[in-house]
């Protein structure tokens, strides 16, 4: 990018990831931590555990308001791999769903590490991307944080084309690490999503409705029902965000999540006035997900 040190790489909006020091800011006073050499750690790195460059952890707060408890309980994860060990670090990184910690950030390289083998790591590296336009208090990712993203993007490429149970959780990752944060935040998995838009034209709220229970548009007209068929995108219609989707999709034969996309990026009509608009556009106005 013209004028951009070239240290300091864009991984995502307002995100940025300074190679050669981690830079967290918070409500208070701009902290600069840097990223110490430990030579403590060299004999470990090269046995496949933390990489040698380390974040200088004294900074680096969980949601427990701890320092040192992180670096713990990911050494602990990577030789433990049971869903017991994962509880802690889950809450630890990330609050109720919803806010990731500085810790949560530094911890990212590490969960991508484990990512390929462990289906723990994966989910919460998601959770951690997914949020990242949150209201979270950090400005940047730790040092080295973009091509733990890249590598991750690569890891879950990897992981969908095997067709996996619990498809969806990954493909919202992917979704995050292509900076898609908002339907990395608000895609269901069309068996029964219903979302509620006003009408661009006439201002009346509609009901959105894809699923097994039909593809609709509705309105109550005091006690009576109208609805409309939505009008799916095809192929050649498709572009940018939903076309990347849909070739994913179809590529992984994920049928019901190809169609539903078909159906959230095409068109809907109005029960009441008649007035077309775009179903994805109003869903994303009208539907501001909570950064989970």
């Known amino acids: 990018m013209p004028g951009m040190v070239p ?9 940025f990831c300074d190679r050669s020091r981690l830079t967290v800011r918070t409500a208070g006073p701009r902290r600069n931590l840097q990223v110490v050499p430990d030579t403590a750690l060299q004999e470990h790195a090269a046995s496949g555990g933390f990489d040698v460059r380390v974040i200088d952890w004294a900074q680096m707060y969980d949601w427990g308001r701890e320092v040192h408890r992180v670096p713990q309980l990911l050494e602990r994860v990577r030789w433990h791999e049971d869903a017991e060990a994962w509880k ?12 990731v910690s500085p810790a949560g950030f530094a911890a990212l390289p590490h969960l991508v590490r484990l990512a ?12 951690i991307l997914e949020r990242a336009a949150g209201r979270h208090g950090c400005d940047d990712l730790p040092a080295d944080c973009a091509d733990a993203v890249e590598e991750f993007g690569a890891v879950l490429d990897r ?16 979704l995050a690490v292509r900076e898609e944060y908002h339907w990395a935040n608000a ?7 219903i979302n509620r838009v006003d009408c661009p034209q006439c201002g009346v709220e509609v009901t959105i409705a894809i699923g097994d229970f039909g593809c609709y548009s509705q309105v109550w007209d005091g006690g009576e029902e109208i609805r409309r068929d939505l009008r799916p995108a095809t192929v050649e219609e498709l572009t940018g965000t939903g076309r990347w989707m849909h070739r994913i999709a179809v590529r992984d034969g994920q049928e019901v999540l190809a169609d539903g996309i078909a159906h959230l990026f095409g068109e ?9 608009f775009d179903v994805a556009a109003e869903c994303t106005s009208a539907d501001r997900p909570v950064m989970r």
């Open 7 to 15: 240290d300091r790489r864009p991984v995502g909006r307002g995100l």
């Open 268 to 276: 809907a009509e109005c029960p009441g006035c008649a007035a077309v």
């Open 159 to 174: 992981h969908l084309r095997s067709r996996p149970v619990g498809y969806l959780v990954s493909f919202r990752a992917l």
């Open 187 to 193: 895609l269901e998995g069309f068996t029964d999503d």
């Open 88 to 99: 802690e670090p889950a809450w630890r990184l990330v609050l109720e769903h919803d806010l």
């Open 116 to 127: 390929p083998r462990s289906a723990e790591a994966r989910g919460l590296a998601g959770k």
